[in-house]
């Protein structure tokens, strides 16, 4: 019974009541219907009776016919047939109906028995007509003495009986049926009695077996609208309340495993809380010193932007310069070109003059044979040529010296040729130098409007850098205020955090889970202690520093703005 | 001062008599003297006809004046190495036993006097060695005048294939 849930129960009791119901209604129809049928018995044996008469009428008629026929003379009109009678027609119908064949045994008996008087009488009644027609008028009398009268008293007999027999039935039947309707009144007063008895046992054993349950649930869940989380309900039942309990269990698990979380969660907001309100401190301090960074910032660019005009100035005249140079080169190139013609006629002349030499030598040479022969000629003249070998030697003295200069001309027109050679590759050398010069200085005149171009936009560059710091300077401005609110922010989140703990506090939690927290908490839960007494104790300086740095931002940021 | 020496030397040669006067020339580094009446006449290079089938020394023919005249390179006779002829070159015509042949030498010095005090003798070679034609060493100054007998420079077959020539 225990083992079965709620709604089986249910079931089970309402079932056994409906079944009782059932019962009671069924005996009280079967009693009806039993009491109705002996009515209706009672009213068919009425009729039956009244029949049993007419056919006992019927056939008193038809022996009086027959002897009317006999001992009158009268016409004997009734049917000699018996089953052309009234009695007849009904009863061979009668016999071979279901009706009969539930009759009950007595009277069955009786209405078989009643086949054969009756078929006998209606022989006999023709065996009379025969002899009455023969003329045998005695013999028809004899033979309605003799048969047709016993026949008749047999077939009232029966008649009789068959009355008698219906009532016996009938009255056996009223009684029956009054029996019947006083057992019919015990057992629905018994039936009734156990159905009062069985629903108050099953009231009383339901309220017993649920309603206690119920109260456990309701005090567990009491309990838990209290935020006592310690304790489970001790239900060990497999019905649908065992469930509600065993889940009621689970959520008490769940939510104290919940708030653990949630109470560790909110030392972690205080821990944040705390680390967010060191890193405004930190964040004002550098802000600060962004600011300050700024200016100097500013500085440097009016520094940078005057020198970047200066730029431009000197590249505008070093421009000037490399143009002038580039003119200055390129009359030394010209010069060097005419340089290179002139070095070229000497060049020329210096091979006219050679060529003239080869002929001085050449006169020099041929004087000097001629000079030769008159000295041999004058060495055979023996004393009379010696005058004539004077002359001869200094015609050959003068010729070897002619020759000497020739060759000593030679020589220095030789290596005058051979510098003028030299020359022109080194004025060729120059003017290939000057080139290179021109290229080099128009190549510096590029690089200098380059650089005059590039002053331009680094001027430009300058401005919108300039324009950054400016918006820079109104970032930090702004930083500041975030700074400021994001202090305040951080501030009412430790004190979140800690509402958020007082309100964790509400919670009791069960003893393992409590136990597990103090395992996890027991190095845990005093700083935390701690860590709240701290952040209460640093609220007012921390206040106090916001509100000290914030005045100090705003003194400066407003001393910045000045000097921007 | 070099000038001055050869006046010099021009002037001994003229008071010391024309039988010690050489006409001087040059074959390579050295300077050689042949006696100056032997030497006919003095000439400047100057084309000549080549004569087949003859010594190598001997270069062909030179009309001189209408005369025919052999010349042969003296480099070569003294197994020089042969020099290639330009204007400087010189012909030296000279009279070898009563024959005249051109002698072509690389250039002629001077015409200088040379005492016999001034000539050494040929020093003493070892026998092989044919030193006949040389008359002796002329002294001037520093330098050595290697002084050829000019007579002997060619034997008589060769002066005969000359005359042939």
């Given at each position: ?65 027959l ?35 539930n ?39 004899k ?91 001790e ?77 431009a ?63 041999v ?7 009379q ?36 050679d ?11 130098t ?37 918006m ?21 989140l430790?004190?979140?955090a ?27 839960r005093k ?15 921390k ?22 | ?25 040059t ?39 209408g005369?025919?005249?052999?010349v ?13 002829y ?7 015509i ?11 030498v ?60």
């Open positions: 019974m225990l083992k079965m849930n709620i709604r089986n129960k249910l079931y089970l009791a309402f079932g056994a009541m409906i079944a009782l119901l059932v019962i009671t209604s069924v005996i009280i129809n079967v009693t009806s219907s039993r009491l109705s049928e002996a009515n209706k018995a009672v009213i068919e044996q009425g009729d039956f009776e009244s029949q049993m008469k007419t056919f006992q009428k019927q056939h008193a008629d038809w022996i009086n016919a002897s009317d026929h006999i001992f009158v003379g009268a016409e004997f009109s009734k049917t000699l047939n018996p089953r052309e009678c009234g009695f007849g027609k009904w009863y061979y119908s009668y016999m071979e109906s279901e009706e009969f064949k009759e009950e045994p007595e009277k069955a008996r009786l209405m078989k028995s009643l086949e054969e008087p009756h078929r006998h009488l209606h022989e006999g009644g023709a065996s009379v007509i025969e002899e009455m027609n023969a003329g045998h008028k005695a013999n028809a009398m033979f309605y003495q003799e048969n047709t009268i016993p026949v008749i008293t047999k077939l009232d007999g029966i008649y009789s009986e068959l009355v008698d027999n219906a009532r016996d039935v009938i009255e056996k039947r009223k009684v029956d049926a009054a029996t019947s309707e006083s057992a019919q009144r015990t057992l629905v007063l018994l039936t009734t009695l156990f159905g009062i008895l069985l629903g108050v046992a099953i009231a009383f054993f339901l309220s017993r077996n649920i309603v206690a349950a119920v109260q456990q649930m309701v005090t567990a869940i009491k309990n838990i609208a209290r935020g006592d989380l310690s304790k489970k309900v239900l060990n039942r497999s019905d649908e309340l065992g469930e509600m309990a065993h889940e009621l269990n689970n959520m008490i698990s769940d939510l104290s495993k919940l708030v653990g979380d949630v109470v560790v969660s909110s030392e972690s907001v205080a821990n944040a809380a705390d680390q967010i309100s060191a890193g405004n401190q930190e964040l004002s301090q550098r802000t600060q010193e962004q600011a300050s960074a700024l200016e100097e910032t500013a500085a440097t660019i009016e520094e940078m932007a005057s020198t970047i005009k200066q730029n100035e000197n590249a505008r005249n070093a421009n000037m310069l490399a143009k002038d140079a580039s003119d200055l080169a390129q009359n030394g190139g010209q010069v060097v070109e005419e340089t290179v013609a002139s070095m070229g006629e000497v060049s020329d002349a210096s091979k006219k003059i050679a060529d003239i030499i080869d002929v001085v030598n050449e006169i020099a040479f041929q004087t000097n044979l001629l000079a030769l022969n008159a000295a000629e004058a060495a055979r003249a023996g004393e040529g010696k005058g004539f070998a004077v002359v001869a030697g200094e015609v050959r003295n003068l010729a070897q010296r002619s020759a000497e200069a020739a060759k000593e001309i030679q020589e220095l027109i030789k290596d005058s040729v051979g510098k003028v030299k020359g022109n590759k080194l004025v060729e050398e120059s003017g290939k000057l080139k290179s010069i021109i290229d080099s200085i128009h190549k510096v005149a590029e690089t200098v409007s380059e650089i005059s171009s590039a002053s331009q936009e680094q001027a430009t560059g300058i401005d919108q850098v300039n324009k950054a710091v400016t820079m300077d109104d970032v930090v401005q702004q930083n500041a205020a975030l700074v400021e609110e994001s202090a305040a922010a951080s501030q009412s430790a004190l979140e800690e509402e958020l703990q007082k309100s964790m506090a509400f919670f009791i939690v069960t003893n393992d889970a409590s136990l597990k927290r103090e395992e996890r908490t027991s190095g845990e700083p935390r202690l701690t860590l709240i007494n701290k952040a209460q104790q640093r609220e007012p300086a206040v106090r520093a916001k509100a000290a740095g914030a005045e100090d931002l705003d003194i400066e940021t407003e001393e910045e703005f000045e000097e921007f | 001062m070099v000038r001055m020496d050869k006046l010099k030397g021009i002037n001994q040669a003229i008071s010391n008599g024309a039988g010690d006067q050489f006409v001087t020339f074959l390579g580094e050295e300077e050689y003297g042949v006696e100056v009446l032997k030497v006919q006449e003095i000439i400047g290079y100057q084309r000549f006809t080549k004569v087949p089938s003859v010594p190598s020394f001997v270069k062909g023919v030179l009309n001189l004046r005369s025919v005249v052999p042969l390179d003296l480099r070569l006779k003294f197994n020089m190495a042969y020099r290639e330009d204007n400087f070159t010189v012909i030296l000279l009279e070898v036993q009563e024959r005249v042949i051109g002698v072509i690389d250039a002629v010095s001077d015409v200088v006097n040379l005492s016999p005090d001034d000539i050494q003798q040929t020093p003493d070679f070892s026998s092989g060695i044919r030193v006949d034609f040389i008359k002796g060493m002329g002294r001037m100054d520093e330098k050595l005048i290697i002084i050829l007998d000019i007579d002997r420079i060619l034997s008589s077959s060769e002066l005969a294939l000359l005359d042939v020539a």
